[in-house]
């Protein structure tokens, strides 16, 4: 594959990521701000390059598994090391690795491989430079799909791990 | 909506005056489930004689319950009151068999109803209407009016015992959670029913992401796994005064897939750390807690045999998820499914030689049970996903969540033969079912 190759995928899967997410890292129930909540965070304008706004969707803020693994595509390691030099670049942004499995497995086990496949995005951010009293992860297993049918395509959108930023 | 948990029956009397009638030669109605019914077996239960005007009200209702559990066993079928020739108008005068006879019913259900102030009594018989023969004695049971439903259970449960020669599973509950709103941002809450649907209460308010209730094996505290902390953890929960308290985690450990212990003192669960997922257990009077699994596999859904010595659960450590036993002490760990597919969820049955799981193959989903060795494995049910089995206390019914594509989950009902594929009914969509174990 050559560079420019690369560089169209990577670019689709950026695009892919964005409008894959678009409400960020709010709207969950409780999540990590407080008991039963619902955390509200500024987001910022997409075109500032500092803004939670700009990671989420100019980053790109997903990576994809296949089914049952935990293993990093060559286009999740793109992805998670253009997080990780933001995340260097910006150390006041705190960061919670969200996995999540598809619905094609029951529940205990996809909470359990949620866990996994956002262990696995924490050490993969850890070894490229990112400091790891930063990061936090929590599995939702099968319980947030962020797509909805009983198709292939939401199975493949869900089973993914989420880097939710927050000052 | 009335707890009934509160108020407890004053107890089971047998009616002394109530004499059993002389044996005679032929042989009694007996249901044999082992070898498995084909056809029901048709009874008649009239509505219960009131045996004053307070009794009035509850004597048609409480011979609804009953006949409702009856028939749902798929070993019974109720002949309609519509197609009765005969009527039960005193609980103590002679049946005229032949008018049972002529509508073909094999058993009659006779009962009668008094109720003063708080305080219901109820009265019942079964009789074989074929060799006229009674089935054991006529019973009484007393209990508050508040907990007639109980009552009607309780009763339901003498003559499933009668007539199958096995214990009932009608006086019991089932936990389970209640779903609402949209699919990727779902509310689930923990709930609480009787076993035929009835009674639901919400045990928790929904603020939080819950699942996978369990009842202890007394029925009075539930674990379950919620997110109100933005994390998975477990909590234990008092069913009567609802006082929950979070067990058996550290910061930075994600804990769920809870299970008591038979003696109710020592929960088994998964704990994730770093992406592995172990198993734990954690002694509740003294917070003392060990590791029992040390792979960097997922185990995860472990569940007691009933004698407390040993624990089957799921384990990826070979690849696909398989089902193991090891011993309470922990130690080697013993792999028992063999087929082809995904095994999770073992449950292990109240009789101790049976465990119940869902299996992932070919794009399906199954329920199915097999010896605790592995063998003699029998898919129950199949469909799009099918998962997350619970026992009956009697071990004969196994419940459990079943989604369609497109459609919300819903809890339904197995017989272990296979047979009688029933959904249980609920307020909404529901999910995750935990058998209570026959209430005291």
Redesign the interface.
């Given at each position: 594959m050559n560079t420019l190759t690369k560089a169209i995928l990577v670019v689709a899967a950026l695009a892919l990521a964005a409008c894959n997410n678009p409400r960020g890292g709010d709207?969950?129930?409780?999540?990590?701000?407080?008991?039963?909540?619902i955390a509200s965070t500024a987001l910022g304008d997409p075109n500032d390059p500092t803004s939670i706004a700009y990671f989420n969707e100019t980053i790109g803020d997903t990576v994809n598994f296949t089914v049952?693994s935990?293993d990093l595509s060559p286009l999740a390691q793109n992805i998670l090391r253009t997080q990780a030099s933001w995340l260097n670049r910006f150390p006041e942004y705190q960061i919670l690795v969200e996995g999540h499995a598809d619905?094609?497995?029951?529940?205990?086990?996809n909470?359990?491989?949620g866990?996994?496949?956002?262990?696995?995005v924490?050490?993969f951010l850890i070894a490229e430079g990112v400091s790891a009293a930063r990061i936090?992860t929590?599995?939702?297993g099968k319980?947030?799909?962020?797509?909805?049918c009983?198709e292939q395509r939401c199975w493949d959108a869900n089973r993914r791990a989420v880097t939710v930023v927050s000052r | 909506m009335t707890d009934l948990s509160r108020r407890p029956l004053l107890g089971l009397l047998a009616g002394a005056a109530i004499a059993p009638r002389m044996a005679l030669a032929q042989q009694p109605l007996r249901i044999e489930i082992t070898e498995g019914v084909i056809e029901p077996v048709p009874y008649a239960i009239p509505d219960f004689v009131p045996e004053n005007g307070a009794g009035g009200e509850y004597g048609a209702q409480i011979a609804r319950v009953i006949a409702n559990n009856l028939s749902g066993t798929g070993l019974l079928r109720e002949i309609p009151a519509s197609a009765h020739v005969g009527r039960i108008t005193s609980f103590d005068s002679p049946v005229q068999f032949a008018d049972w006879r002529a509508i073909n019913a094999r058993a009659l259900v006779t009962g009668a109803v008094r109720a003063n102030g708080q305080q219901l009594s109820v009265k019942f018989r079964l009789f074989d209407v074929v060799s006229g023969q009674q089935l054991g004695d006529g019973l009484q049971l007393d209990g508050q009016t508040n907990a007639w439903r109980r009552i009607a259970h309780r009763v339901s449960d003498q003559i499933y015992m009668r007539l199958t020669g096995e214990t009932g599973y009608f006086d019991s509950r089932v936990v389970f959670i209640a779903e609402s709103g949209p699919r990727n941002a779902r509310r689930k809450q923990v709930a609480m029913m009787d076993q035929d649907g009835d009674g639901v209460q919400f045990l928790t308010d929904g603020s939080a992401l819950a699942f996978a209730p369990r009842f202890s094996p007394t029925g009075d505290r539930i674990l379950f796994t919620s997110y109100e902390t933005g994390f998975p953890r477990i909590y234990l929960m008092d069913v009567a005064s609802r006082r929950r308290q979070v067990i058996g985690d550290q910061p930075g450990e994600m804990t769920f897939a809870p299970r008591f212990s038979p003696d109710g003192g020592t929960v088994v669960y998964s704990l994730s750390v770093d992406g592995r997922t172990d198993l734990y257990m954690l002694n509740l009077a003294s917070g003392q807690r060990w590791q029992l699994t040390t792979t960097d596999a997922i185990d995860t859904a472990p569940s007691f045999a009933p004698n407390g010595q040993q624990i089957c659960f799921e384990s990826d450590r070979t690849g696909a998820s398989q089902i193991y036993t090891m011993n309470v002490q922990g130690g080697q760990a013993y792999r028992i499914s063999q087929g082809q597919g995904r095994y999770s969820t073992p449950v292990w049955s109240p009789r101790g030689d049976m465990i119940a799981f869902t299996k992932q193959h070919n794009g399906r989903f199954h329920i199915g049970v097999m010896r605790t060795d592995g063998s003699n494995e029998r898919l129950l049910t199949a469909s799009y996903l099918d998962e997350g089995p619970t026992w009956s206390p009697n071990g004969r019914v196994i419940m459990f969540t079943r989604e369609e594509p497109g459609t919300d989950p819903s809890l339904m009902s197995v017989d272990i033969t296979g047979r009688n594929l029933r959904r249980i009914p609920t307020p909404g969509p529901a999910s995750d079912p935990s058998w209570s174990p026959l209430l005291p």
């Open positions: 709207g969950m129930d409780g999540m990590g701000t407080g008991a039963g909540g049952d935990s619905e094609r497995g029951t529940r205990e086990y909470v359990a491989l866990a996994r496949r956002a262990a696995r924490q050490q936090r929590v599995s939702y319980e947030r799909p962020i797509e909805v009983a | -």
